[in-house]
């Protein structure tokens, strides 16, 4: 029996939406953390993932995250980049600092942002205090959100966020710190008086990246989730549809 160092869990679901011997780009579903951690060391997406791809993944081993290459909260759906090989690994790896890595996120937020589309530039820094958490001040690592309003309805938007850097929490502090939180949010909005919501109404919904043995770009989707539906038409929006180029 092969030992690995993250230990496979069958119960973690996840839909593939782009799979080859390279590279897999997978929907992690919400209330599913990415990677093994304190209170979640069987109950990651990575759990889910080496029941399928525990021999590759790990021989990228620890150095390489075990394949992941990027991460999303806990609260959050969507599209996440796994490799399957070293060579993968790095090739990508250098694209997201290269920021050649293109995402789309699709988010509820709270007002009628104004204005109806701009570009965030904000510092941001990790601090540690009873849990993790990213603060915009001056002096911390260039962080950079672009937005535009889809549609806006009783006070409520859907958004489209375009992250060109990749901090934590990144959209959340930002579109927090301009005043229209994203509904659900537990951290960056503790003051506001949000409508009450099944969850963090953010969905990791496009990405594109260019695949490290063809060359070709790949342009990954992912419809707006199953659990968000209600939310959304509740509010009086429509569900978005069609993807732009990220």
């Given at each position: 029996m092969i030992h690995y160092s993250v230990e496979p869990n069958d119960a973690i679901s996840y839909e593939l939406r782009h799979a080859d011997e390279h590279v897999l780009v997978v929907e992690k579903p919400p209330h599913v953390v990415t990677q093994p951690g304190k209170k979640h060391e069987k109950t990651s997406l990575l759990n889910g993932l080496f029941v399928s791809y525990g021999n590759p993944l790990q021989n990228l081993g620890e150095s390489r995250g075990w394949g992941l290459l990027h991460r999303l909260d806990k609260e959050t759906s969507g599209l996440v980049i796994v490799a399957l090989r070293n060579k993968a690994y790095d090739h990508l790896l250098q694209q997201f600092k290269n920021?050649?890595?293109?995402?789309?996120?699709?988010?509820?937020?709270?007002?009628?942002?104004?204005?109806?589309?701009?570009?965030?530039?904000?510092?941001?820094?990790?601090?540690?205090?009873?849990?993790?958490?990213?603060?915009?001040?001056?002096?911390?690592?260039p962080s950079i959100t672009a937005y535009r309003t889809l549609q806006s309805v009783n006070g409520v938007s859907l958004i489209e966020a375009r992250p060109k850097t990749g901090?934590?929490?990144?959209?959340?502090?930002?579109?927090?710190?301009?005043?229209?939180?994203?509904?659900?949010?537990?951290?960056y909005a503790e003051k506001a008086d949000l409508p009450q919501v099944v969850r963090?109404?953010?969905?990791?919904?496009?990405?594109?990246?260019?695949?490290?043995?063809?060359?070709?770009?790949?342009?990954?989707?992912?419809?707006?989730?199953?659990?968000?539906?209600?939310?959304?038409?509740?509010?009086?929006?429509?569900?978005?549809?069609?993807?732009?180029?990220?």
């Open positions: 920021r050649q890595v293109k995402k789309i996120y699709w988010a509820l937020v709270a007002g009628v942002p104004k204005p109806s589309q701009a570009v965030i530039q904000k510092p941001i820094v990790e601090v540690v205090s009873t849990r993790k958490k990213a603060v915009i001040k001056r002096g911390g690592k901090r934590l929490h990144q959209i959340r502090v930002h579109m927090a710190d301009v005043g229209y939180p994203v509904l659900g949010e537990s951290i963090l109404c953010l969905h990791a919904a496009a990405l594109s990246f260019i695949h490290p043995e063809t060359g070709h770009r790949v342009n990954v989707q992912s419809s707006w989730p199953r659990d968000l539906l209600k939310t959304i038409k509740r509010f009086g929006l429509s569900e978005p549809t069609g993807f732009p180029n990220p």
